[in-house]
């Protein structure tokens, strides 16, 4: 009788977020339509002061600031782990005038459009596990915000 081969099972989580773009898409669609928005007419929708935006995949309010720390947080980390190079310094800028709500000029919607560019070119060479161990860091990273271990 013959032995089979000894192979390792096939991990779909090896392969670059470039092979699923939509994942990518999934997270700037949102960032992206928010500065069209802006451009355009230059509103935010706010809840009690906060800016907040509408997530049509989840159909759900979420707030913006808090999302645009998430995003840059996890291209942060993604520079620091694999040495990736990403810019964040205009999203960085963006939320914290969202959040203060000081006044968003075009420049600064220029230079946070120019950032969101280099984290999609990032985010496309991270592997499907590099990225998922990213995310989890960071939910651990806000679990444990919450509870006051920061």
């Not at 099972?9 to 990518?24: G, H, V």
């Not at 451009?39 to 509408?54: K, L, N, S, W």
Request: net charge neutral; charged share 30%; with cysteine.
């Amino acid at each position: 009788m013959r032995k089979s081969a000894h192979r390792r099972p096939y991990r779909a989580t090896r392969i670059k977020l470039s092979a699923q773009p939509w994942k990518i898409s999934t997270v700037f669609d949102p960032i992206e339509r928010i500065l069209h928005r802006m451009e355009a007419d230059c509103t935010v929708d706010a809840v009690q002061g906060r800016p907040v935006f509408y997530e049509d995949g989840h159909a759900g309010w979420y707030d913006l600031v808090a999302a645009l720390r998430g995003v840059i947080e996890f291209h942060q980390l993604a520079e620091a782990r694999y040495g990736i190079s990403a810019e964040t310094d205009g999203l960085v800028k963006f939320a914290n005038k969202l959040h203060s709500g000081a006044p968003v000029f075009e420049q600064d919607l220029a230079q946070a459009r120019a950032d969101i560019e280099t984290c999609k070119r990032q985010a496309l060479r991270l592997t499907i596990d590099e990225a998922t161990d990213i995310v989890q860091t960071i939910r651990i990273s806000m679990e444990l915000d919450k509870i006051g271990y920061s």
